[in-house]
């Protein structure tokens, strides 16, 4: 990396304006989303005693990505990505707003559980692509490493650290609380994300007739031309199976395996949010330790393993939620790198595509992995998911290999004329 493009890395985004409205409503729309993703597994398990149940919820909040992820980064290409945003957001506040009903009433099932994360997912597909890609116009190319580390780190603080501990308590009081105060929180971030006024991108004009297939098409190229982009996608596939294996069934280890209750769960979700708090702030130094944001991913999946391994091995609170802190502090370091990486090297006019191409062929593990998990889970034991997240995330190393000599080149992103 050249001393120009550490200096660049080193630049900390402005607060004021619109980076720090955007960070806000970032921070409080996860803090409803920490509620609610708490919450569902809890509710599920109330609901039924069967781990491939509890697990298909998970699934169900995946499946959208692989059918819609590519359409939505092309839309957000194409429309006012501000707009995009609250509208979503809007949207998404109505339906838990009728959700949270539901559950006071007593008519949320199994069913119900299994629309509602696909249908938010669904809306998530644009509005993900669509931040992506909004970013940049909100802070300067510089300053994205620490942007990006920012909001991150703002979101888990908000969704894992604030919110996890406050499920068991609202969830004792009234089972719809959670929900409802997530279709709030979608309502303030509506509100925020609409008061931004970003400078708009520089578009080249579409040709005529040009159809979205094409619009995909082209992000799709611009990902596979790219060594590094490529490699990082296809390393995230094999991961997120491992990942999908795991986020399915943790609720089943911690409260099955272990023993240990709503509360034990609460407090690995807090252990996991403090440990992704440590390394948002990290990050950035850590990466420069191992020498640039592409060399820091191996070392650092390698680790994530070994915490798998052990929490899946030790039949003890403590340890699982020590080993998943760590988890959670390299898992932050790899988002933060992987975002960062893609913004830097990814033409402007083309970011949501990119952002959705990596997204959707990343998560598309994610459902087979929670359906895995659920069946190991219920075929062998109530740990075995844990112990094939890791084996998987081994499977993944060696993806990363032919880029580890690949330098941090930080070149910026330049429009496709």
């Known amino acids: ?36 993703g708490a919450a569902l597994p809890l509710l599920a398990v109330g609901l039924t005693d069967s781990p491939l149940l509890v697990s298909l919820v998970t699934a169900a909040g995946f499946v959208p990505w692989i059918l819609f992820g590519l359409l939505g980064g092309a839309v957000a290409d194409r429309v006012d990505q501000r707009r ?72 888990t603080v908000a969704g894992t650290f604030l919110a996890a501990p406050l499920v068991p308590p609202l969830f004792g009081l009234a089972a719809a609380l959670p929900f409802g105060v997530d279709a709030l929180t979608y309502a303030a971030a509506a509100v925020l994300v609409a008061s931004l006024r970003p400078a708009a991108p520089e578009r080249p004009a579409r040709a005529p007739g040009r159809t979205l ?38 609720v089943l280890h911690v409260t099955g395996w272990l023993h240990a209750g709503h509360t034990g769960y609460a407090l690995v979700l807090v252990a996991y949010g403090v440990g992704s708090v440590a390394g948002g702030a990290a990050a ?11 060399k820091s991913l191996a070392p650092g999946l390698a680790l994530q393993a070994g ?64 359906l895995l998990g659920g069946v190991a889970a219920e075929v062998l034991a109530l740990n075995a998911p844990l112990l094939l997240a890791a084996a998987l995330l081994g499977c993944a190393l060696p993806v990363l290999r032919p880029i580890v000599t690949t330098p941090d080149t930080g070149r910026e992103r330049t429009a496709c004329k």
Do not use: Y
């Open 1 to 36: 990396m050249s001393v120009g493009t550490v200096r660049q890395e080193e630049r900390a985004p402005a607060w004021r304006g619109g980076f720090g409205r955007l960070w806000t409503a970032a921070a409080v729309s996860r803090f409803g989303d920490g509620l609610r």
């Open 84 to 155: 995009a945003m609250w509208a979503v957001d809007a949207v998404r506040g109505a339906l838990m707003a009728a959700f949270a009903l539901a559950v006071w009433l007593d008519r949320a099932g199994i069913v119900l559980l299994l629309a509602l994360a696909f249908a938010l997912t669904s809306l998530q597909t644009l509005f993900d692509n669509a931040a992506t890609a909004l970013l940049p116009a909100v802070v300067p190319t510089g300053a994205l490493g620490r942007a990006n580390a920012r909001l991150m780190t703002g979101q």
């Open 213 to 250: 297939r094409q619009d995909i098409a082209e992000g799709l190229r611009v990902l596979w031309r790219d060594r590094v982009l490529r490699a990082l996608c296809t390393a995230n596939t094999v991961v997120n199976i491992g990942i999908g294996a795991l986020v399915a069934t943790l």
């Open 284 to 294: 950035g130094r850590l990466s420069a330790l191992l020498g640039g944001r592409v």
């Open 307 to 370: 915490c798998l391994v052990l929490a899946g091995t030790v039949r003890s609170l403590p340890v699982t939620a020590v080993a998943l802190a760590v988890f959670g502090a390299l898992s932050m370091v790899w988002n933060v790198n992987e975002t960062t990486l893609m913004q830097q090297r990814t033409p402007e006019n083309l970011l949501g595509r990119v952002s959705a191409a990596m997204r959707t062929l990343g998560v598309a593990g994610a459902p087979l992995g929670a």
